[in-house]
């Protein structure tokens, strides 16, 4: 098993080496029209529309080598400035977003070495295991026996039969030297790659202030939305029950003397106004911070939700601490959310829970055995979790494939505060 | 009877009390923190505590933490455990000691005053009292109660909340001899051992709704 894995790798590398030396080739036309482009910007109106149009070229080749890094282990993030609002092709604004960024130049300065050692890494991955093929298939001993004068690995000719046999076990090193190295080589192409096509450090927090930007304006406007609704629910629902139950009492005010048999009426009344008023309340807490969420935490909380689905669900918690209690409320509700898909549209029998605490990492897993096929972009449920846990640098990833089952996964950036009481739950 | 009374809120603590007294309970203690309840109910071993589950100082469930410890200080200790929000979470724990003397309600409960007292006296009488909010979420998540008919789930709904017979035949209207046939066809369509004692039979139920 062991070595079938290694054989594969190898073989993945030696075919992602073929690719690197025909990319490698490409590099040579996009540098030319680059630098043609370059040398025609002056022209009016062609020189605007050209540089971008090759730059977007090379972007393509760019970000196709971040790909290939990253299967090689090599994570490479992408640099660019995002587009200006409203930049028309061929205009001014498009031409100073290419030629303000850095990135362009930098990747224009990669196309030559990146061709270079792409080449050169590329086609060694290739040529060693095939030298290694051409010794195991004992080629050289039959290319001795006919042209007479013929060498292989060490033996610079061959000079008797015996040596000529000895190419196979050569072979058999030079393949397994070629399948180990492949990979290698590939990652080397990418740590070279990276040199060039990586972020700069401004560049970095160019793009941490553009997605901070993003998710702190999707946060406000998620948390307006919310106290909107929280004030439209309170004036509609509580406040508005609790006028009532004034009138009621004051009416059986009114009335104990001339009617006590209505008052009394009246009061019953009054009773169970409260009572739907403070039911509308507690639903409205709920929604905002579940109290089992303040009394117990991102554990009893799941296990309270947990208990009020109609499906068999397995919990299993590994958390030593509590979090924050904003990144505690996101986790949850990001996690109720996910149940709540559950039940909607999976049509699962059972769903598995997990939640654990790694490298300072909230991990958080919802699978069900569901008919599958959920697709974050269509679904607005599976777009909010996204959105509340992108607050707090949060990530979401969905895999359902069409007949399931589904796993949903999700992560939280935070440290956990250690147990200030630790509840005697004795739930299993 | 002798009642411990646990509540931080001044308003609801009084109104708890003068509530009770009206009803001929004597409240021999009234706190208003956590860590005060379990001294209290040590000293006084009263009939009945009645308990908030958020008390300060932390105003987390050290109300139902400290019902809990009691029990487990002095076991049987009949209970009755008060809530802004019910959790069938909670309720398992509070019934996990299979003792019996248990009570867990919403704080809405106490405005039906009749009620509310024949609650108080159940408890502490050994029995249980089961917020309706509490049932109907245990009812609603199990699968196996399909093959019980309407009138059927009525009547086990009444039994897990804490009701007896005698209750229930009254809030149903029917007969005490038709409830106690329908007691008996619950217990054989789910399989539970069949008991006459009223509070063991309850948790019994109980017991099966939470597992």
């Keep these: ?428 | 009877m002798r009642v411990v009374l646990a509540e931080d809120l001044a308003l609801l603590r009084d109104g708890l009390t003068r509530l009770l007294e009206a009803f001929d309970f004597e409240v021999v203690e009234a706190v208003d923190n956590g860590p005060a309840l379990l001294p209290a109910l040590i000293k006084h071993r009263p009939d009945v505590a009645v308990v908030d589950v958020r008390l300060p100082p932390t105003f987390t469930d050290e109300g139902l933490q400290a019902a809990i410890a009691a029990r487990i200080a002095i076991p049987g200790l009949p209970v009755l455990v008060l809530s802004q929000h019910v959790e069938p979470l909670y309720a398992r724990e509070l019934l996990s000691d299979r003792k019996g003397g248990v009570g867990y309600l919403l704080k809405d409960r106490i405005s039906n005053v009749a009620q509310f007292v024949d609650a108080v006296r159940r408890v502490a009488d050994g029995g249980t009292a089961m917020d309706p909010e509490v049932v109907s979420q245990l009812l609603a998540r199990r699968e196996p109660l399909a093959v019980l008919t309407t009138r059927e789930r009525e009547v086990l709904g009444e039994m897990a909340e804490g009701r007896s017979n005698a209750a229930i035949a009254a809030k149903l209207f029917v007969t005490e001899k038709a409830v106690s046939k329908h007691i008996n066809n619950i217990f054989t369509k789910l399989g539970m051992p069949p008991s006459d004692d009223d509070n063991r039979r309850v948790l019994a139920v109980l017991t099966y709704l939470n597992g």
């Excluded at chain 1, 009016?44 to 977007?56: S, Y």
Aim: proline share 7%; aromatic share 6%; glycine share 8%.
């Design chain 1, 1 to 428: 098993m062991e070595t079938r894995s290694w054989v594969r790798e190898g073989l993945r590398a030696i075919a992602g080496g073929i690719f690197a030396v025909g990319l490698a080739i490409t590099n040579l036309p996009l540098l030319a029209m680059s630098l043609v482009a370059l040398a025609l910007s002056p022209v009016p109106f062609l020189g605007l529309a050209l540089l971008p149009w090759a730059t977007n070229l090379v972007r393509m080749r760019a970000n196709l080598e971040r790909r290939l890094a990253a299967r090689a282990g090599i994570a490479i993030d992408c640099p660019y400035e995002p587009p200006p609002a409203r930049a028309l092709p061929g205009g001014w604004k498009r031409f100073r977003w290419i030629a303000t960024d850095p990135a362009t130049w930098r990747d224009l300065a990669w196309l030559l070495p990146g061709a270079l050692v792409g080449f050169v890494l590329g086609l060694l991955a290739v040529v060693i295991p095939l030298y290694g093929v051409e010794g195991v298939s004992l080629l050289p001993l039959w290319l001795y026996l006919s042209v007479d004068w013929y060498g292989y690995g060490v033996f610079w000719p061959i000079a008797n039969f015996s040596e000529a046999m000895l190419s196979m076990p050569q072979g058999v090193l030079f393949l397994a030297l070629g399948l180990g190295a492949a990979p290698w080589l590939l990652e080397v192409n990418a740590q070279f790659a990276r040199i060039f096509l990586a972020p700069t450090k401004a560049a970095k927090l160019r793009l941490r202030v553009a997605q901070l930007t993003v998710t702190r304006a999707d946060t406000v406007d998620a948390q307006a939305a919310e106290l909107r609704r929280i004030e439209r629910d309170l004036h509609d629902g509580a406040q508005a029950r609790l006028v009532s139950l004034g009138m009621t009492i004051g009416l059986a005010e009114e009335m104990i003397e001339r009617d006590p048999a209505a008052a009394r009426k009246l009061l019953a009344e009054a009773r169970e106004a409260s009572g739907t008023a403070l039911l509308e309340l507690r639903s409205l807490v709920r929604g905002i911070h579940p109290p089992v969420l303040a009394e117990r935490g991102l554990d009893g909380a799941v296990r309270a939700l947990a208990m009020s689905l109609p499906l068999r669900v397995t919990v299993e918690m590994e958390l030593p601490g509590r979090p924050e209690t904003p990144v505690e409320s996101a986790a949850y509700f990001a996690t109720a959310e996910a149940l709540a898909n559950v039940v909607r549209h999976s049509k699962a029998r059972t769903v598995q829970i997990y939640v654990q605490h790694v490298d300072d990492l909230l991990l958080m897993t919802v699978s069900d055995d569901g008919i599958g096929g959920a697709d974050p972009a269509r679904g607005t449920g599976l777009r909010g979790i996204g959105r509340r846990l992108a607050a707090f640098d949060g990530t979401m990833s969905v895999s359902s494939p069409p007949g399931g089952p589904t796993v949903v996964t999700m992560e939280l950036p935070c440290v956990l505060s250690s147990p200030k009481t630790s509840p005697s739950s004795g739930t299993g």
